[in-house]
């Protein structure tokens, strides 16, 4: 069943974040004061107009839109002069995304075709306190000093980032309503792939989709790092809990791809001494838990009346994550996946991507893909189970 959204399609998103560390310097401890932030995203479905929604979900204080725009991305940070309109809330150019909320703009009409790119530009006038964030976004943040939101030139945009900043999804209209959420952790968000290039999991999934025909949207609400059962303040909140807010509440979707766990199978298997800081807490996790996590998501997506699709966890041999514990957990969890016939349907990955990685797709520490890699990954999935 399709959840429609009275008409509107998710097109893009991701997954907001609360401030801090990560695995890369970011601006979201800081935030804006008097500084143009313009990201530019790719759409997975067209439609014939769109309206932009904004996160201040984790923020400390109401975030002070002073303007905000949209157009067809020209590379870089420039845009198309041509297409470039001001985005509203009530009527309204500026206005406050209050705290603890994510909110929707009011629409504009603008066409755009599956795989279009489309370029939002923010003036933060006020201090805005720490940025609700997307750590990785392995595309480039551009920021200038002042007010340059209607500015179709990029020569101003002299700051860069590769993090997401309180930008949580684009919406169409127009657009099938059965689109696809894939929720998971660095190997949907895409670590290892090529920054701005599209060649995550996702994005791959979408081109296949719109090669097949018709396209369909795919979203991607995957964190790296992030864990099916335990909380982190820099890798997000646990799959189940986030469940609700990236996954239940995307209009126009009917079915979720969830590939997570391996994260609470493998982190709980480290010291506390790891040389990687940012994944603590180190807290204990059995298969058990992981397969009652994700039992709790598919009991939510079915009282939502989402289609749910497993897939298995992603060969590890050879990586820092690599014991006979952990291994043994991915095994359990695997066979759970494929036997236990509680998802409606499974991609089995861990099948198609072989016992250890193949160097060709390896993107160098023997867990993460390249971009041939998540292509492969993306071929492995059987259109039809969607």
Do not use: C
């Amino acid at each position: 069943m399709s959840r429609q959204g009275h008409g509107w399609t998710a097109a893009w998103t991701t997954s907001p974040q609360r401030p801090g560390i990560s695995f890369a310097p970011n601006w979201s401890e800081e935030g804006f004061a008097d500084q143009t932030i313009r990201q530019t995203v790719r759409l997975s479905a067209g439609g014939d107009a769109l309206r932009v929604r904004l996160s201040n979900r984790h923020g400390t204080r109401p975030l002070q839109v002073a303007g905000l725009t949209v157009a067809a991305a020209a590379g870089d940070a420039t845009v198309k002069a041509d297409t470039l309109q001001e985005l509203t809330l009530d009527g309204k150019p500026a206005f406050a995304v209050p705290t603890g909320t994510d909110l929707a703009t009011d629409t504009v009409p603008f066409h755009t075709d599956a795989l279009d790119r489309v370029t939002i530009t923010m003036h933060v006038a006020e201090p805005s306190g720490p940025a609700t964030y997307h750590a990785q976004a392995l595309a480039t943040t551009y920021r200038a000093a002042g007010e340059h939101h209607t500015d179709s030139d990029g020569a101003v945009f002299t700051e860069t980032s590769q993090s997401w900043y309180h930008l949580s999804g684009v919406e169409v209209t127009g657009a099938p309503g059965n689109g696809i959420v894939v929720l998971g952790d660095s190997l949907i968000d895409g670590t290892g792939s090529t920054p701005d290039t599209d060649h995550r999991f996702p994005d791959r999934l979408a081109q296949r989709l719109v090669a097949a025909g018709p396209p369909r949207a795919v979203l991607n609400q995957g964190i790296g790092g992030n864990r099916v059962t335990i909380d982190s303040a820099w890798l997000g909140d646990r799959a189940t809990l986030r469940f609700q807010h990236d996954v239940l509440t995307q209009p126009g979707v009917s079915t979720v791809i969830i590939l997570a766990g391996v994260n609470d199978i493998a982190i709980s298997e480290m010291a506390a001494q790891s040389p990687f800081p940012v994944l603590a807490p180190y807290t204990q996790v059995s298969a058990d838990q992981v397969i009652a996590g994700h039992r709790d998501m598919i009991r939510q997506a079915h009282a939502a009346g989402l289609r749910t699709v497993g897939a298995t966890l992603l060969p590890m041999q050879g990586s820092a994550f690599s014991t006979p514990h952990s291994e043994a957990k991915r095994a359990a969890v695997n066979a759970w996946i494929r036997e236990s016939r509680e998802y409606d349907a499974v991609i089995d990955l861990a099948q198609a991507m072989g016992h250890t990685l193949d160097p060709a797709h390896d993107s160098g520490d023997h867990l993460h893909l390249n971009d041939a890699g998540y292509q492969a990954m993306a071929d492995a999935v059987d259109l039809t189970v969607l």
